[in-house]
């Protein structure tokens, strides 16, 4: 501008004009202001438009039109629709699956109705003829009819008090009964507030003295939907925690502090909402911004039932049911809810989600956060395909699977190998899916991800120069575990110590020795592995029997305690090969050795001696045959220096 000015002095024969200067936008103190200034021709306005549309006959004219579509509607229900939406007699199915279908026909019942009733409103209403101020408000109620009734058909279709066949979430009676109230109560709501907003179309169109009331239609419809997501908060919050639940019941106060965090998130949406209308009412965002808040309530409403729909669904799988591919699904079925939802909001406040935009500011951002939210949905459907394919619970209770190790025994039973290896691919995997998924949405969001790179192949260079050992620890412990040499649950022996192993990580192995000491062991320090975990278990013991005793008499007599015992049915299952003599093994003094042993499952060999022990006890008693103990010399006690 001052460049302009200096040519047009120093040239004042030329004959342009230097453009005048754009005007700033209003401030939001100039812009209430001036609303409330307009809003007091508003009155005037109304009566004038109402005067002009003939008094109250237009407003006749459109009940007739309504109560025309309310009659054709219950026509086609009592008969070209009378057994489709109604609901078979039984008690509520307990998996989704067997609602869902129920729940499509009443829906689908009733959206032909609601189109039957909107057609037949609408053609009653051009046939009265009525001027162009009462069609815009006859259009404006009958749309906010439509759309309250829509709203109100998915909440009860969600909660169904009456009809829990068809009830789509997993809401008691008592909770469906209260979710129902609180949709009546914002399906009418929405309906009187679309119908005064018709009225203030009708009035003033666009016209500054509507911007106040506008701004006050979009204060109370967004109180309305606070209340709304308030009164839901408990009932939303037991069936979280029913949804979370491994056993389906709630627990006390977790799900419910889960919801409260999840409708608080909505209700500040709500907020947000509320206060973008309330821009757009004042003229500071455009028409666009102003336009369709019922939509907004209805995809507020829609999504935590949505979502939660499909966590409940996803909990009634089967297990064979969840493979990958359908946990994959549901992921994507998750995140495009939440993407469309979110895109449906952009688009309802006058925003281009996706695609190249002119606008500024917030506006033109809004497309490259859109695009990182559908990468975040993809990379979680992902790690989602990912716990399918190396089993999401799998190994997460392996130590509680193996058998228990007791205190001063070793060989404790260990789990599968799957066990040891799934956790520690299931964490690469993550950290993997979480790198992968977070630079890719940096990009998306114009973010330089180069430096970073650069940076981190310098930071992983010094570590690798100045964490060697811990290089080491990680190429032995691949190996150790490619070659097998130990699992979750067994009870191994390293150079470092010993004990059962608890924890395997890149670098480590944690170790609960017998006598509860908690041992993590380097890879790089167990040097060799002995497993006394593996396969099967060989316990050897004797015992001394004077020396006048028939060994084949003990050799039969061990044979049979290890028959009875290869029969009792609490222990058959723990013997590989059952109690067998060896014969005497040794003589001391006047006694003979008998050795014994047998076979059995890693683990189960120390409660299987004991059992031995009691048996062969009780046997030798009843052939009267005493066990001998240590010979000593009592003429060497006595006299020490003759022993020397």
């Not at 030798?620 to 045959?625: I, N, Q, T």
Request: a neutral charge; proline letters at 4%.
């Amino acid at each position: 501008m001052e460049e302009l000015s200096r040519i047009h002095a120093i040239f004042p024969e030329a004959g342009f004009v230097a453009p005048a200067a754009a005007s700033a936008p209003p401030s939001l103190d100039d812009a209430f202001a001036a609303a409330v200034v307009a809003a007091k021709s508003f009155p005037a306005d109304l009566a004038s438009a109402i005067a002009a549309a003939g008094g109250l006959t237009p407003i006749l004219y459109m009940l007739a039109a309504i109560a025309a579509g309310i009659v054709a509607e219950w026509v086609v229900r009592l008969t070209a629709l009378r057994g489709l939406g109604k609901d078979a007699p039984g008690a509520a199915s307990g998996r989704l699956r067997d609602r869902a279908p129920r729940a499509a026909r009443y829906v689908a019942s009733r959206l032909i109705a609601l189109a039957v009733f909107t057609v037949v409103a609408f053609m009653a209403g051009r046939l009265l003829h009525l001027d162009s101020e009462a069609r815009i408000l006859g259009r404006a109620v009958i749309m906010a009819v439509v759309f309250a009734r829509i709203l109100y058909l998915f909440v009860s279709v969600n909660a169904a008090p009456a009809a829990p066949q068809r009830r789509l979430m997993g809401f008691t009676d008592a909770e469906a009964r209260v979710v129902q109230r609180a949709g009546v109560a914002i399906a009418i709501a929405v309906g009187l507030i679309g119908t005064l907003r018709g009225f203030v179309t009708m009035a003033v169109g666009t016209h500054a003295s509507g911007e106040l009331p506008r701004l006050a239609l979009a204060v109370a419809l967004g109180l309305a939907t606070v209340l709304f997501f308030t009164a839901i908060r408990r009932p939303l919050g037991n069936l979280i925690g029913r949804s979370l639940a491994s056993d389906g019941e709630a627990k006390p106060g977790w799900g419910t502090r889960i919801a409260r965090r999840t409708v608080s998130v909505f209700i500040i949406l709500v907020i947000l909402d509320v206060m973008v209308k309330c821009l757009g009412a004042l003229g500071l965002l455009g028409a666009a911004a102003a336009s369709g808040a019922g939509s907004t309530v209805f995809l507020l409403v829609l999504a935590p039932l949505v979502i939660a729909g499909i966590r409940i669904w996803v909990s009634e799988l089967d297990d064979n049911e969840k493979t990958p591919m359908v946990l994959a699904a549901f992921a994507l079925a998750e995140g495009a809810v939440i993407v469309g939802i979110a895109s449906l909001l952009f688009t309802a406040w006058g925003i281009q989600p996706f695609g190249e935009t002119e606008a500024t500011g917030f506006a033109a951002v809004v497309p490259r956060i859109m695009e990182a939210g559908v990468i975040v949905v993809v990379g979680v459907a992902v790690w989602r395909a990912i716990l399918g394919i190396l089993g999401e619970a799998h190994g997460d209770d392996a130590e509680d699977d193996a058998a228990p190790v007791e205190h001063g025994e070793m060989g404790g039973g260990g789990g599968d190998r799957m066990d040891t290896i799934l956790p520690i691919l299931r964490g690469a995997s993550f950290v993997l899916v979480i790198l992968v998924t977070m630079f890719t949405a940096l990009t998306s969001l114009g973010v330089n991800i180069a430096p970073l790179i650069a940076s981190a192949g310098v930071l992983g260079l010094a570590i690798g120069f100045g964490a060697q050992t811990l290089v080491t620890d990680i190429i032995s412990g691949l190996f150790y575990l490619y070659e097998d040499a130990l699992r979750v649950g067994e009870y191994i022996e390293t150079d470092a110590g010993g004990g059962a192993v608890e924890r395997i990580s890149l670098r480590s192995a944690t170790l609960r020795h017998s006598r509860g000491a908690l041992i993590t062991v380097p890879f790089s320090k167990m040097g060799t592995i002995r497993n006394n975990s593996r396969d099967w278990a060989v316990m050897k013991f004797s015992f001394r029997v004077p020396a006048d005793t028939d060994v084949e008499m003990v050799r039969k007599l061990v044979k049979k305690v290890g028959e009875e015992m290869a029969l009792n049915p609490e222990l058959k299952d723990s013997i590989i090969a059952p109690l067998k003599s060896q014969g005497a093994i040794s003589i001391t003094g006047r006694s003979y050795e008998i050795g014994c042993k047998f076979t059995a499952v890693p683990g189960q060999q120390f409660g299987l001696r004991r059992h031995a022990f009691a048996k062969l006890q009780k046997a030798l008693k009843e052939k009267g045959v005493s066990l001998a103990g240590q010979d000593l010399d009592l003429s060497q006690i006595a006299n020490p220096a003759k022993a020397a």
